[in-house]
């Protein structure tokens, strides 16, 4: 799976991080109702929902990774759960620095918030804690995070920019590079705060500073606010209250404990529920209609389940549309700018597989295979790779897909569909 890019799930202990990854994704971290139940970071996959391009062209397509159900194309993505941080985590409080190492890797930050007030800044059990309070410290914790690692390097940081003739972008640029940034990102920060601070950063302040830092984190990690336990008490009112301070932030109602509940009632046949779906299909539902080939009759539910998915739908399905975990991966992808592309060598099958010229002298007995064609043992969009908007056609086929003894020869966006029709001679 070829994918650079990675959610990261952050926020205090308790909040629902690993039960968010978890219904997000095929992984099974360790669930606990009780702080720092994750030490180490949890790696999952998830998968983003797409149009595929199959239902256009009409092709059965198939995907060396995730899926495509229904003309919808699943692209896996990278998702991180990383351990619980609490205020004075830059001080080395809790597992803060932990925790801020581990974010590095991440893209864009999914902020897991308990809205139910259940739990305190430590994610201690308590009762009418006010989560608004955990959005402003995350934030600071992070921005001291940065702020501090370059404070304590600042002076030789200007001794040696000032000694080398460097650019500013040039020195700032070397010095966040541990972030895994790449110098485009450092100039998007530096240019929102060109009215507040001087040219050469030989000259910054501690207050400029902070500004740059202030836009750099936004630029390296921008923060989509997930508001989880939906389902519980004093939620309403939180999320109401957390809307109005904060609508700046991209905002998402969950309950990542209904998602993996609904998943294991269908992996144990007792329903039909596809993730993002606002309703899910039983016994009964099944019954009135007509079953496809080969469908399985699903299980009858007790009471008990009956119940459970009653409440469910109440406290649910019904008031936000869906329980939110695909919502928030779509919106995460589309914070980040990426567009998804699937690199052809056939038109006329769209097959994945690069067709290559013969570099050889043809001779009579030879066959070759042209530009565009393919066998019939191809297979249709099998590849689809997540890419930042105005990545070049060229980008695209030297990073994902050129071999070390290939050159590019010829590329082209098939009807702007992100279909991109890509020719590689072999030297």
């Not at 229904?70 to 080395?92: F, S, T």
């Not at 869906?322 to 006329?348: D, F, H, Q």
Request: hydrophobic share 35%; glycine share 6%.
């Amino acid at each position: 799976m070829k994918t650079n890019f990675t959610i990261g799930c952050v926020g205090k202990p308790n909040a629902g991080k690993s039960s968010f990854l978890n219904a997000a994704t095929d992984a099974n971290a360790k669930i606990g109702n009780y702080p720092f139940c994750t030490i180490e970071p949890n790696l999952g996959i998830t998968y983003f929902p797409t149009n595929c391009p199959c239902i256009r062209f009409n092709k059965v397509c198939s995907p060396k990774y995730g899926k495509c159900v229904n003309g919808i194309r699943y692209v896996p993505v990278k998702m991180l759960d990383v351990a619980g941080l609490i205020p004075g985590a830059h001080e080395g409080r809790g597992l803060g620095n932990k925790f801020l190492d581990d974010i590095r890797q991440a893209n864009i930050l999914l902020h897991v918030i308990d809205v139910s007030g259940t739990t305190n800044e430590k994610g201690e059990l308590t009762q009418g804690y006010d989560p608004l309070r955990d959005v402003d410290w995350l934030c600071e914790e992070i921005h001291m995070w940065i702020f501090n690692n370059l404070m304590r390097k600042w002076p030789n940081i200007v001794r040696r920019h000032v000694s080398t003739k460097s650019t500013t972008i040039a020195t700032l640029s070397a010095k966040l590079s541990g972030y895994g940034v790449k110098q485009s990102i450092v100039q998007k920060a530096l240019d929102k705060v060109a009215n507040d601070v001087t040219i050469d950063l030989a000259n910054w302040n501690e207050d400029m500073i902070h500004k740059v830092v202030e836009a750099f984190i936004k630029e390296k990690f921008p923060m989509i606010l997930v508001l989880n336990k939906v389902d519980m008490a004093d939620s309403d009112i939180n999320i109401s209250r957390i809307c109005n301070k904060y609508s700046n932030y991209p905002i998402i109602p969950t309950s990542a404990a209904t998602e993996i509940f609904l998943r294991k009632l269908t992996k144990a046949g007792y329903i039909n529920y596809t993730p993002g779906s606002p309703n899910y299909e039983t016994l009964q539902d099944q019954q009135i209609r007509q079953l496809n080939e080969n469908e399985k009759l699903l299980k009858c539910l007790d009471d008990k389940l009956t119940k459970q998915l009653n409440k469910v739908q109440d406290l649910v399905l019904f008031r936000f549309g869906s329980t939110g975990i695909e919502m928030a991966i779509k919106r995460a992808v589309e914070l980040a700018k990426l567009i998804p592309v699937y690199p052809v060598g056939c038109l006329n099958t769209f097959a994945s597989e690069i067709i290559r010229t013969s570099t050889s002298t043809s001779t009579s007995t030879s066959t070759s295979t042209s530009i565009g064609q393919s066998n019939n043992q191809s297979k249709s969009f099998e590849d689809c790779f997540l890419v930042a908007n105005g990545t070049t056609i060229g980008e695209i086929a030297r990073e994902y897909i050129a071999q070390p003894n290939q050159q590019l020869t010829y590329a082209e966006d098939i009807h702007r569909l992100q279909v991109i029709f890509i020719h590689f001679n072999s030297f």
